[in-house]
């Protein structure tokens, strides 16, 4: 249908040619068109020619009424989890299965993690994990870690090995049809692995390269100098150094997983295509015969609260870095203390997602990092909150000091309603989106079991949280996180941070990295 401009054009189209042409006589007077993503989207724009704006046609902004308003929060659904003992003292048999696809995550998890390192071996349960699939005798015959990865390549998977401080597993993601196969060559892998010694030297010197490079990074460095130095001389506050993953050696691996892999700290975690009685039906006649050795009980070392040793401040110079990390750390509760909802909303509205208090602070508004969140360790007797954050050397003790005000900030100023609800709404939904999964669901229930956890505490979560009020959290910070609880470390090149980084305290302790000694909670000889 022909127009007034008589180019079969409406319209809006004729006067967006008319402008763009008018923008195109002004080429040579400095035409500058900032149309980028909001132009795009459909928002007002204008182009500016030489000293002349000229508004573009048919880019109405839009009203913000006819944005969508906020979805309902998704539920966490958590499938039906049953648990029974496969013999008379284990292993545990966990099952939590649905059926949407054919599709199962297996996991044998041993109660025995870093936790368990021998005196002076930090690393061994690291490096034991590690060389569970480097071998074991399967059908009477050794068989070397590259015919296991073949074999279970030939069923659709790869083996996984991992270690936490109370757990060590195996982990296997099949088709169904082939469970009883990953189930056999996973149980042989536990049970009988052979632990060569040329497999061993390969392990630790990739486990050594990988600590040299943490050692050189601020951020990774910083997570080893405050665990050791916060947790202090608890059993959680060990780190594997260069000296101690030396020191390990094969009769250290023989004796941990003869003293602590037996059936009564052994639990099977299955997960998806599979139902209670199938994996029975399955695994007992694989354990049939595997009974506790006449060895006694292993001895557990008591979980103990952080302990920290040094002062407040800890500032770590690593001169060729290129940026500078900064972390403030807090005490936190147990995994079972009566306030642990409001201190998972706490440490979630000050550091949990790009809208939370701290990154609004040090990135939205400032830019002075590129993300700054907080994170919490649990253990049974306690834990540890920590907020961190990466920047430019010279901004450094502006950071430090953003940080800890942003820590403190939920005990002067509640959570409003509004920003409960987005907390909670990120909470929750990094729960669903985890347990959305076989292998998010199985490492879940993998880790309650480890850490003596009852499986029930999956279904009462959401509810939990949901249950926290702005006061809540502030009654915690307050009781947990007061200013002088607070313990910050630095780690860059400190010469570039200036004076103003040592003037925030001036009882802080300066070292340098190359001289850290992480085998001592002190850091020092």
Not at 184 to 194: G, K
Not at 422 to 439: F, K
Not at 472 to 492: I, M
Not at 506 to 525: I, Q
């Given at each position: 249908?022909?127009?007034?401009?008589?180019?079969?054009?409406?319209?809006?189209?004729?006067?967006?040619?008319?402008?763009?042409?008018?923008?195109?006589?002004?080429?040579?007077?400095?035409?500058?068109?900032?149309?980028?993503?909001?132009?795009?989207?459909?928002?007002?724009?204008?182009?500016?020619?030489?000293?002349?704006?000229?508004?573009?046609?048919?880019?109405?902004?839009?009203?913000?009424?006819?944005?969508?308003?906020?979805?309902?929060?998704?539920?966490?659904?958590?499938?039906?989890?049953?648990?029974?003992?496969?013999?008379?003292?284990?292993?545990?048999?966990?099952?939590?299965?649905?059926?949407?696809?054919?599709?199962?995550?297996?996991a044998l998890r041993v109660r025995c993690g870093s936790a368990a390192d021998p005196p002076g071996r930090s690393g061994c349960a690291l490096l034991l994990s590690q060389?569970?699939?480097?071998?074991?005798?399967?059908?009477?015959?050794?068989?070397?870690?590259?015919?296991?990865?073949?074999?279970?390549?030939?069923?659709?998977?790869?083996?996984?090995?991992?270690?936490?401080?109370?757990?060590?597993?195996?982990?296997?993601?099949?088709?169904?049809?082939?469970?009883?196969?990953?189930?056999?060559?996973?149980?042989?892998?536990?049970?009988?692995?052979?632990?060569?010694?040329?497999?061993?030297?390969?392990?630790?010197?990739?486990?050594?390269?990988?600590?040299?490079?943490?050692?050189?990074?601020?951020?990774?460095?910083?997570?080893?100098?405050?665990?050791?130095?916060v947790w202090g001389r608890s059993l959680h506050g060990a780190v594997p150094t260069p000296e101690s993953l030396s020191a390990v050696r094969r009769d250290d691996l023989?004796?941990?997983?003869?003293?602590?892999?037996?059936?009564?700290?052994?639990?099977?975690?299955?997960?998806?295509?599979?139902?209670?009685?199938?994996?029975?039906?399955?695994?007992?006649?694989?354990?049939?015969?595997?009974?506790?050795?006449?060895?006694?009980?292993?001895?557990?070392?008591?979980?103990?609260?952080?302990?920290?040793?040094?002062?407040?401040?800890?500032?770590?110079?690593?001169p060729r870095a290129a940026q500078t990390a900064v972390l403030v750390c807090a005490p936190h509760v147990a995994l079972d203390a009566p306030d642990r909802r409001a201190?998972?909303?706490?440490?979630?509205?000050?550091?949990?997602?790009?809208?939370?208090?701290?990154?609004?602070?040090?990135?939205?508004?400032?830019?002075?990092?590129?993300?700054?969140?907080?994170?919490?360790?649990?253990?049974?007797?306690?834990?540890?909150?920590?907020?961190?954050?990466?920047?430019?050397?010279?901004?450094?003790?502006?950071?430090?000091?953003?940080?800890?005000?942003?820590?403190?900030?939920?005990?002067?100023?509640?959570?409003?309603?509004?920003?409960?609800?987005?907390?909670?709404?990120?909470?929750?939904?990094?729960?669903?989106?985890?347990?959305?999964?076989?292998?998010?669901?199985?490492?879940?229930?993998?880790?309650?079991?480890?850490?003596?956890?009852?499986?029930?505490?999956?279904?009462?979560?959401?509810?939990?949280?949901?249950?926290?009020?702005?006061?809540?959290?502030?009654?915690?910070?307050?009781?947990?996180?007061?200013?002088?609880?607070?313990?910050?470390?630095?780690?860059?090149?400190?010469?570039?941070?200036?004076?103003?980084?040592?003037?925030?305290?001036?009882?802080?302790?300066?070292?340098?990295?190359?001289?850290?000694?992480?085998?001592?909670?002190?850091?020092?000889?």
């Amino acid at each position: 249908m022909a127009n007034d401009h008589g180019d079969g054009l409406g319209p809006a189209r004729a006067d967006r040619r008319a402008w763009l042409a008018r923008c195109a006589r002004l080429g040579g007077q400095g035409l500058v068109m900032p149309l980028g993503l909001a132009g795009l989207a459909g928002c007002a724009t204008t182009v500016q020619a030489g000293r002349e704006s000229l508004p573009a046609p048919g880019l109405a902004e839009p009203a913000s009424s006819l944005l969508p308003p906020p979805g309902e929060p998704v539920p966490v659904h958590v499938p039906e989890v049953e648990q029974e003992l496969l013999g008379e003292v284990g292993p545990t048999l966990i099952v939590a299965g649905r059926r949407d696809l054919p599709l199962v995550s297996v996991a044998l998890r041993v109660r025995c993690g870093s936790a368990a390192d021998p005196p002076g071996r930090s690393g061994c349960a690291l490096l034991l994990s590690q060389m569970l699939a480097r071998g074991a005798m399967r059908q009477g015959r050794p068989v070397d870690g590259a015919t296991l990865a073949r074999q279970a390549e030939a069923l659709g998977g790869s083996i996984g090995t991992g270690v936490q401080d109370s757990q060590i597993w195996l982990e296997m993601t099949v088709m169904t049809p082939l469970l009883p196969q990953a189930l056999a060559l996973l149980v042989d892998l536990l049970r009988r692995p052979l632990l060569p010694p040329a497999e061993l030297q390969q392990v630790r010197a990739q486990a050594l390269d990988g600590l040299g490079l943490r050692l050189q990074d601020p951020a990774l460095l910083a997570a080893l100098v405050a665990r050791r130095t916060v947790w202090g001389r608890s059993l959680h506050g060990a780190v594997p150094t260069p000296e101690s993953l030396s020191a390990v050696r094969r009769d250290d691996l023989l004796t941990m997983h003869r003293r602590w892999f037996r059936p009564d700290r052994v639990a099977v975690v299955l997960t998806g295509d599979i139902d209670l009685a199938e994996a029975r039906a399955l695994l007992r006649p694989m354990f049939a015969g595997w009974r506790i050795a006449d060895a006694p009980m292993p001895h557990e070392m008591p979980s103990a609260p952080p302990q920290p040793l040094l002062p407040a401040t800890l500032l770590i110079d690593l001169p060729r870095a290129a940026q500078t990390a900064v972390l403030v750390c807090a005490p936190h509760v147990a995994l079972d203390a009566p306030d642990r909802r409001a201190g998972q909303m706490a440490a979630t509205v000050v550091g949990g997602g790009y809208s939370a208090r701290l990154n609004q602070a040090v990135r939205i508004r400032r830019g002075l990092s590129y993300g700054a969140d907080a994170r919490i360790e649990q253990q049974r007797a306690g834990g540890l909150f920590i907020a961190q954050a990466r920047t430019a050397p010279r901004h450094a003790a502006e950071v430090v000091q953003l940080m800890r005000e942003r820590v403190l900030s939920p005990g002067r100023e509640p959570p409003t309603p509004e920003e409960l609800a987005a907390r909670r709404a990120a909470l929750i939904g990094s729960l669903a989106r985890r347990l959305d999964t076989d292998e998010g669901l199985n490492a879940r229930l993998g880790e309650l079991w480890a850490q003596g956890i009852g499986l029930g505490e999956l279904h009462g979560f959401a509810a939990g949280i949901a249950g926290v009020e702005g006061a809540d959290v502030q009654r915690f910070v307050q009781r947990h996180w007061p200013a002088a609880a607070l313990r910050t470390l630095v780690v860059g090149p400190l010469e570039a941070a200036g004076p103003a980084l040592a003037g925030l305290d001036p009882k802080a302790l300066r070292l340098a990295a190359a001289d850290l000694v992480l085998d001592s909670p002190v850091l020092r000889r």
